[in-house]
Structures are given as C-alpha cells and as structure tokens.
C-alpha cells in the first residue's frame, strides 16, 4: 500500500488512455516516484533515443508519500530522456499537482508517442481524457491554468503545463504547475512539447485510503514533524528568509558563482539576498518579500511570493506582473544575479516570473546568459548579434533576453539552445559551465569540493540536488566536513547521492534533509508501505537507483569523460575569499568515487556491484 | 468553559495539513476533497485563508432544516449534522451565508464541521497555529494583548 498500484498509459500518437496496474515487483525495489518512474523509463525506452522523438517517453509519478500528512509529502516527478542533456532525467516540483494525482487514484502517467495536433489531459479520477488544445497552444503557462479551470467552471482543478519556451523546444523548458512551481531542470518541458502534449490538469476526489497502518503512520509522520519544527534550519531559516538565506552565506566563503565563473564572490551579494527581500524599498516604502509559502503537505513553508516595484523599468508599463508571486528563491536568484553580475533585485524577480510564465529553468536560463556576457565582453558576440548590449551586469539585457529566449525571438532562439551548444557555436566550448550539458547551479566548486564531484557525477547533468554536499561542508549537516579539501568527499558524496535518491523516490522534498536522515524517513515508509522497509533496505534503494540511472547513461553513450568539470575550475583558481588559489580537484576525486562506487576505473558499475544491487 | 476555532489567516502558509486531518478524522482517509475546512490562495495578493463554519449561535442551517437533522451539541456549542436524519434536500446550503455546510454526493447528505466532537484535527495538525483552538469568549484575547503590547506605558514604580 502507500501507492494506489495504478498506472495511466497515454498513448499520444493513438490518442488512448489506458489504465494498467503498477509493477509491484519494481515498487519494492524501487519505491516510488523518482526510482520508479526511472525503472520505467529504463525498460521501456532505447537510451539512445533522440529526447525530442515521438520514440521518447515522459513519465509523471507520485511517491508513497505523496498526498500524505507527511511533511513535503507533495511532490511529483518527471522522469524522461533530457532535451538538454541527452541523459536521464528526472525534474521534481512541489506545489499541489502531485497530491492531487494521488487522489485521483493514480501513482504514474506514461506519456509516450507523439499527438498530431495539441492536447491536454484531463483527469477526474477514474476519467481519462485527451482533450484539443489548440485554443492554449500558445499561451502562457498562467494563462493556460486560469483558461482549463474556466472552461471546466472547477477552481479546484490542478494544472501543470508548458509555455512557450516548451512549445518552441528551448532545451532547458520545465513544466510548471500551479503557477510558480516546477519540475525544473534538464528540458523535461521541451520533451512534453515534442509530443504536442500542452498540459495536465487533474481533479481527484479518492484521496489516499491505502496507507499500511494509519495509527503509526500518525505518530511517525508528527515525530518526523517535530524534528523539522525544533530544527534550526528546517524550522526558522527556511521559513523566515527561503533558500536565499543562502546567499550571503555561500558569498561569504568564497562559493558564489559570479560573472560565469569568473569570480567566486559577488560584491553586489547583500543587495540580492533574503535580508535586501525583507527591507522596505526607498521608491514604494514596501517589501519585497509578501510572505513565506507551502508546497502542499509541507511544514517548512520555506517558498517566497513577493512583488515587484511598480516603478522598475521592466513592469512599469505591464500590469500584470504587479501583483505577488512565486520568488526569488536561491537558485534563481543566483542564475538570474550573481552568475551575469546583475545587483538588481527587481531585475531578477521580473526575469524569475516570466521564467514562471513561460515555463523556463531559471537556472539554465540564468546561467547561459552569463556565458553569452562573457563572449559577449571577450569580442565574441557583437551587439549585432545580440541584438542588444549585454555586458556583465546589465539588468536591461537581462529582462530583454528572457522573452526573447522563451519565444525564439532573434537572439533567443540560441540561447535556448543552452550554454554547451552555445559555447561550441562561437568556438570557445570552455566557456560553458556546465557538466553534461547542464548548467551548474548555485556553489562554485573551487569553495565547496564536494560539489564539484557532486556535478560531475549527476546522472542528470550539473545539479545540487542530487547530493547536496554543501549541508556537510558549510552547514554542518548532520557532521561538518572542511569544504576546501577533496578527502573523505568520495564517500560522502555517495552517501548523498544514495540518500537524496530516497527521499526522491518517496514523494518528500530534499530540504527535509536539512533536518532529516534517513532514520527519520524510514518510519513513515515503513507505516505507509506494505514489506519491509528497513533503514538496510532502503540504502540499498538508493543506491539501486542511482545505479540504474548510470546504467542508462552509459547505454547512452557517456563515458567516464563526461564525468568532468569545465576547464576554468580545474585551471583557474579561486581569486579572493577562503578558497583563493584553488581550484577543484575532480581528478583526484573521480577515481576515488568510483573505487568507492564499487565501479571500474572507467566508471562502469562492475558485476560484483551489479549482483549486489540485483541489476 | 466553551472553546471555538480561531482562525488567524496571516499565519497560514497552504499546506493543507488541516484539509487532510479533517477529512481523516471524518472518513478515514486522507482526502481534502472531504475536508470541512478549506484553506483559499489568493495568489496575486500572497493571501492564504482557511475557512470553515463559524457555529452560528442562531444558525441559519439549523433553522432552515425541514427534518431537524441539524442540532446543537450543547456541551461545545456545535451544529452537527445528524446523517442518519439527513434527507440531502440541500435547503440548508442555500440558507448559509457562509457556504460552510456542502453536500456530499458520494453518501447523499450535507456536511460541516462538528468540531470533531470538541478536539479539533484541523488545529491540531496546524503547524503555524493559523488555526487555534481557544476560549470561545476571548477569540480576541492574542489581538488584545498585540495592541496592548504596544501601547507606551512605562513599567509603574514600585
């Protein structure tokens, strides 16, 4: 129990819904949601599959938890083959669409094929439906959530959708659901354009009736709350300044990406931080910052609505970006920021909403602008080509190149090609930061080593996410670890990465770890989950898991040479802070990693580790 | 001593946990779609606001049921909904002004909150304690004592 053990087919090129029950087999060895819908993807598609062909398929999978009292017990995946990437990928969100297709009594919709012309899913339950959408082909992904609960006169429908940068295949597209949440990164809303497939909106009124035993899944899911509340992270820093609280902090020790990696430190940090979102503006006297927000199920409430000044060049003739919305959260903030050298804050909330409107990763997004700037300073891109002056720091080239990207506009249509393919365009691949075509996010490597392992290992491109080594390494989380030396890193990014593929797996959100080990997520499982769910057990799930996903990756052609960082942070030591001088050592790191990893030299998983895993 | 639901919108973040303990509490499962309770997003003001039914002294509901299916637990001053009575003529969810009592298809009855027989899931599972639980005399106790705080008084000597 814990899933509804269902699974919906749509077959897009067919137009057929097709229920089939879930592979109880690949649940207990794979749990749910991020692992699940990967053992899926894996059995079900050639690795070498072009991501954009109707021959790929996009999968969307709750969690055991998913639409549960467990705390964060919200979340949705989207698993396919990356547009940007050409890896596996797999992009989880919050907000409430994950719970909502636990109630409606489904675990996992398979998407496969291509539709002729657009269409969306409508889902009440046990009704299924593909449904023309040639009247939201276009619109935005706001537009498009306000237009289906309209026409089906139900507020409480749940959407999730793409926008333009989806429909006009940028690489680096999400889906965004309710509003401002999103399954963000490696192209997932590219994929979902490819097959003509504009949204998903679902009503379910079941509700989740297959929980194991509800009395010790009520006292393991309120301990598990507790430890969140009395936590000092989970429970004050989070909810009072979001994920920004990191912004000063990651800036402070030398770790702040800025200027495409050119500096490590942002002299402009404090003026884009949680603390600048929280003071009164001198031009409307008003905050930034509105409130703190949940994802459904979610007991931090760590998500950030803010608003716009009015007066700021970029809104000050559109209205309609002046009421409250979703950010700035850390990430974005950076990418949108600190990575092109950009101080102004209200810059990268209208830069961070049309990303939101149109359905693009801000992270990516943010990131190969900041490629552009420098190739743009080096001689390499004219103002010609551009379209437009896009030095570093330039606030205005900022808000104009992110409608341009998200509509394949001029010069937008080769930013959305990412930074990788952008780079190699005009000769200078070095330039990209990124590792397997994606963009790193928000901690430069040459302060955080542990990170630079971390990227060049994701099995889905450059992420913080899958082993977020910085909760060691700078926070404390659960033991300090010196974050400028490479020893001890191999063990503990494993350790990360098999644990975070847990949580994934579950349905819960990854910032519980702040707080959470695995020894606080096992008792949930186990309550809500027929079998054992022992803390053994679910290591090795994890750590399944991430083998499967490295499996594919192999079989999709990458080898041990992508698990590499760009040359600059291996070649360019860190200029000022507490990391000056260095540089990332993932040479030293790597062969450790996969010695640890029980994997070849080459970074294949070797037999004795395969056995063991049971793949 | 009576005690009401106090509801405090300006803490509440969307989480929903209320809407799954009250439909828990009530059906056994976890389903907001069944909750008595429901937590409203305005999201371009950044506003999220549970509401839920107020238990009208003179309750319109109440009044307006043909068959008396509705009636007052004197001991925590809820109206509960007795379903074995219930014909689901709906009347009384068109006399509350509220829209706090709702048909429920499924079982052919209405629905509202009963306070859960005076221990309330909803404030109970409430992280933020936008949803409290408290002397139904003094609702206004926790605003009185912000202003009071703020009035510049001078500690009185001794």
Not at chain 1, 38 to 59: F, G
């Amino acid at each position: 129990m814990g899933w509804n053990r269902k699974v919906l087919r749509v077959n897009l090129t067919a137009g057929t819904c097709t229920p089939e029950p879930l592979n109880m087999k690949w649940a207990d060895d794979y749990l749910g949601s991020r692992g699940l819908a990967s053992k899926y993807l894996v059995s079900e598609i050639d690795p070498k599959v072009d991501p954009l062909s109707p021959d790929n398929k996009l999968i969307m999978s709750t969690g055991p938890l998913t639409g549960t009292m467990a705390s964060t017990g919200g979340r949705y995946t989207v698993v396919t083959k990356g547009a940007l990437t050409n890896a596996i990928a797999c992009s989880n969100s919050g907000g409430y669409f994950g719970a909502e297709m636990k109630f409606a009594g489904w675990d996992m919709i398979i998407f496969e094929g291509k539709s002729p012309k657009p269409v969306y899913l409508y889902l009440e339950n046990d009704r299924a439906e593909l449904r023309d959408a040639g009247h939201l082909w276009g619109r935005s992904c706001w537009e498009t959530e306000e237009t289906i609960k309209a026409s089906h006169q139900d507020p409480q429908i749940k959407v999730c959708s793409i926008g333009a940068a989806g429909e006009n295949q940028v690489l680096f597209a999400c889906i965004v659901n309710d509003l401002h949440r999103a399954a963000g990164r490696s192209g997932v809303g590219a994929v979902m354009g490819s097959k003509n497939l504009k949204a998903v909106a679902l009503r379910g009124t079941q509700g989740v009736s297959g929980i194991k035993d509800f009395p010790a899944f009520m006292a393991a899911t309120n301990a598990a709350k507790k430890v969140l509340a009395d936590n000092a992270v989970t429970g004050q820093g989070l909810p009072k300044y979001g994920t920004q609280v990191l912004m000063n902090v990651i800036n402070e020790i030398g770790a702040l990406p800025t200027r495409n990696h050119r500096d490590v430190q942002f002299e402009e940090a404090g003026k884009i931080s949680a603390e600048a979102m929280h003071e009164k503006r001198s031009s409307d006297g008003k905050t930034h910052l509105v409130t703190n927000a949940a994802c459904f199920g979610c007991t931090i409430a760590c998500g950030r609505i803010s608003q716009i000044d009015q007066n700021h060049f970029s809104v000050k003739n559109s209205p309609k970006y002046w009421g409250a919305s979703g950010g700035l959260e850390y990430e974005a903030a950076w990418a949108l920021g600190a990575a092109n050298g950009v101080g102004d804050l209200e810059a990268l909330q209208y830069a961070n909403m049309l990303c939101n409107e149109h359905g693009m990763d801000p992270i990516s997004f943010g990131a190969t602008v900041g490629a552009a700037m420098e190739m743009y300073e080096l001689g390499l891109l004219s103002k010609a080509q551009i379209g437009l002056d896009a030095p570093f720091g330039s606030a205005e080239a900022l808000c104009k190149l992110v409608e341009m990207t998200a509509t394949g506009e001029g010069f937008g249509k080769e930013l959305g090609l990412g930074s990788k393919r952008l780079c190699e365009k005009y000769g200078r691949p070095d330039l990209s930061m990124s590792v397997k075509g994606q963009e790193f996010p928000a901690y430069d490597s040459r302060g955080i080593q542990g990170m630079g392992l971390t990227y060049a290992t994701s099995n889905r491109g450059a992420c913080h996410l899958r082993s977020y080594t910085v909760a060691s390494e700078v926070l404390g989380v659960p033991v300090k670890t010196d974050p400028l030396v490479t020893e001890g890193k191999a063990e503990l990014v494993k350790a990360f990465q098999d644990a975070t593929a847990v949580f994934d797996a579950a349905g819960i959100c990854v910032f519980t770890s702040f707080a959470w080990t695995l020894a606080d997520v096992q008792p949930q499982v186990q309550a809500a989950c027929e079998g054992d769910w022992s803390m053994e057990k679910l290591a090795v799930v994890g750590e399944r898991i991430w083998n499967m996903e490295r499996q594919f990756n192999l079989a999709a052609g990458f080898t041990a040479k992508d698990d590499d960082l760009p040359p600059r942070l291996k070649t360019e030591p860190a200029k000022t802070g507490p990391a000056k001088g260095l540089v990332n050592g993932i040479d030293k790191m790597r062969p450790e990693y996969y010695q640890v990893r029980g994997w070849t030299p080459d970074g294949v998983p070797d037999q004795a580790t395969l056995d063991r895993l049971g793949l | 001593m009576q005690k009401s639901l106090h509801i405090d919108p300006a803490k509440c973040t969307g989480c929903l946990q209320c809407e799954m303990a009250c439909s828990y509490e009530h059906t056994g499962t976890i389903n907001p779609s069944k909750s008595r309770i429901k937590v409203f997003n305005f999201e371009h003001e950044g506003r999220k606001v549970p509401y839920t039914c107020t238990q009208c002294s003179d309750a319109w509901c109440l009044n307006a049921c043909p068959v008396e299916a509705i009636v007052v637990d004197a001991a925590i001053g809820a109206k509960v909904v007795k379903e074995a009575v219930c014909v689901g003529c709906k009347v009384c969810t068109i006399a509350c002004p509220f829209g706090t009592i709702n048909y429920m298809a499924d079982v052919g009855k209405v629905q509202k909150c009963d306070l859960c027989g005076g221990d309330p899931a909803c404030a109970k599972a409430c992280p933020t304690a936008a949803i409290t639980y408290v002397d139904a005399e003094w609702t206004g106790l926790d605003r009185m004592r912000a202003w009071a705080a703020k009035a510049n008084t001078a500690a009185a000597a001794a």
